[in-house]
Structure formats: structure tokens, C-alpha cells
């Protein structure tokens, strides 16, 4: 399995393969940052989203035709483990609630915060930061509508680490190409935060 990681950078196949992340949401965002970072090296993954596969997804989320009604994260653990057989992913096919993030991810050592709405990234970001004030949550902010690349960029507060245009909504729409962009700094910075640590 080694062979899919021969063109990483220098000791980042070591790394990546001894932590754990953890996703919370399994749409644009999530499924994204998942597929690139189980190509990138990390085997330990824990995922949580409620929800299952509809037409809509298809245009930005990280499924297929022949998934419609399935469950999220049943789809998206299956194909990461097409990608690296040896991955080791941990399902939650739930809708998480503020009591549920020491159970659910306790164990990580980085979080990405991949929810749609505003209200539910808020209570995640400041229940994560409250338990676990260390380690850094990763959270997409600003997807929606067409281009603005420029505007994209990654803030950080603390341990909270913002990626995106952090004035867009989901109102405008949302173009593929956008949200993988971002869902792909989601896992970039998660990549080089663990190399840093």
C-alpha cells in the first residue's frame, strides 16, 4: 500500500499515517476533504453526517448516481477504503448535537468542521474549543456563488482556522468547483498542521 504515497512529500507518508481526523459533515466540504486527505496518507478517520445522497449532491459532493439513498457515511467510508484498503475509518451515521463531540471525536487530533449552516458550525466550533482548546478545528466559511478566488484565504483564531471567502452564502449557490476548492484548504492546512506538530 506504500506505493500510493511514493510521490508525498519527504516524511509526510510517516506522519500523516500515525493521526487521526475527524469530519463532521460528509457533504462538499467534508466528502472533499476526505478523499484528499486519505490520498495524502492519513489511514484514521472518524466521520459523522445524518444524511444520505440525493440528485443535488452530485454536483459538488464526492458521490455517484448509484449512491442516491444511501447513507453518507457509509458511502463515503467505502470509498475512502477503495482508495487505501488499510484505512481505518470510524462511522457516525448521525445528526451530531453538542453532547455527542467528546463521544464522537474525542480521540482525534485536528477536527474539520464541514456543516451547511451557520448555527450548527457555531455550536461545533465553540463546543470543540471549550473541550478541546489545543487542538485545532478547521472550519469551510464562505462557499457559496461563482469565483472570487482571490478572496479565498485561511484566518486563524487560536486554535480555529477559517477557509474560505468568509462572506459568501449558500443563498448564491454553489458551484463544484468552488467548494472542492475549499474543501481541498480544509485539508491542506489540516496536512500541515500535523506535519508542524
Given at each position: 500500500?506504500?506505493?500510493?504515497?511514493?510521490?508525498?512529500?519527504?516524511?509526510?507518508?510517516?506522519?500523516?499515517?500515525?493521526?487521526?481526523?475527524?469530519?463532521a459533515g460528509c457533504?462538499?466540504?467534508?466528502?472533499?476533504?476526505?478523499?484528499?486527505?486519505?490520498?495524502?496518507?492519513v489511514k484514521d478517520?472518524?466521520?459523522?453526517?445524518?444524511?444520505?445522497?440525493?440528485?443535488?449532491?452530485?454536483?459538488?459532493?464526492?458521490?455517484?448516481?448509484?449512491?442516491?439513498?444511501?447513507?453518507?457515511?457509509?458511502?463515503?467510508?467505502?470509498?475512502?477504503?477503495?482508495?487505501?484498503?488499510?484505512?481505518?475509518?470510524?462511522?457516525?451515521?448521525?445528526?451530531?448535537?453538542?453532547?455527542?463531540?467528546?463521544?464522537?471525536?474525542?480521540?482525534?487530533?485536528?477536527?474539520?468542521?464541514?456543516?451547511?449552516?451557520?448555527?450548527?458550525?457555531?455550536?461545533?466550533?465553540?463546543?470543540?474549543?471549550?473541550?478541546?482548546?489545543?487542538?485545532?478545528?478547521?472550519?469551510?466559511?464562505?462557499?457559496?456563488?461563482?469565483?472570487?478566488?482571490?478572496?479565498?484565504?485561511?484566518?486563524?483564531?487560536?486554535s480555529l482556522y477559517?477557509?474560505?471567502?468568509?462572506?459568501?452564502?449558500?443563498?448564491?449557490?454553489?458551484?463544484?468547483?468552488?467548494?472542492?476548492?475549499?474543501?481541498?484548504?480544509?485539508?491542506?492546512?489540516?496536512?500541515?498542521?500535523?506535519?508542524?506538530?
Open positions: 500500500m506504500n506505493e500510493i504515497y511514493t510521490r508525498n512529500v519527504p516524511g509526510m507518508t510517516e506522519v500523516l499515517s500515525k493521526a487521526s481526523v475527524g469530519i457533504g462538499g466540504l467534508g466528502s472533499n476533504a476526505a478523499v484528499s486527505l486519505v490520498r495524502a496518507g478517520l472518524v466521520i459523522a453526517d445524518f444524511d444520505v445522497v440525493e440528485k443535488s449532491n452530485l454536483n459538488r459532493q464526492y458521490y455517484f448516481l448509484k449512491d442516491i439513498g444511501k447513507k453518507k457515511v457509509e458511502v463515503l467510508s467505502d470509498r475512502l477504503k477503495e482508495i487505501n484498503s488499510e484505512c481505518k475509518i470510524k462511522v457516525f451515521d448521525k445528526k451530531l448535537e453538542r453532547s455527542d463531540i467528546s463521544g464522537v471525536f474525542g480521540d482525534v487530533d485536528i477536527l474539520i468542521e464541514a456543516f451547511d449552516k451557520a448555527e450548527s458550525k457555531q455550536w461545533l466550533i465553540e463546543e470543540w474549543s471549550s473541550k478541546f482548546p489545543s487542538r485545532p478545528i478547521v472550519s469551510g466559511n464562505g462557499i457559496g456563488g461563482l469565483g472570487k478566488n482571490e478572496k479565498l484565504s485561511v484566518k486563524k483564531i487560536g477559517f477557509c474560505g471567502d468568509g462572506e459568501s452564502s449558500e443563498e448564491e449557490g454553489l458551484c463544484s468547483a468552488k467548494v472542492s476548492i475549499v474543501a481541498n484548504m480544509q485539508a491542506s492546512l489540516v496536512i500541515e498542521l500535523l506535519m508542524d506538530k
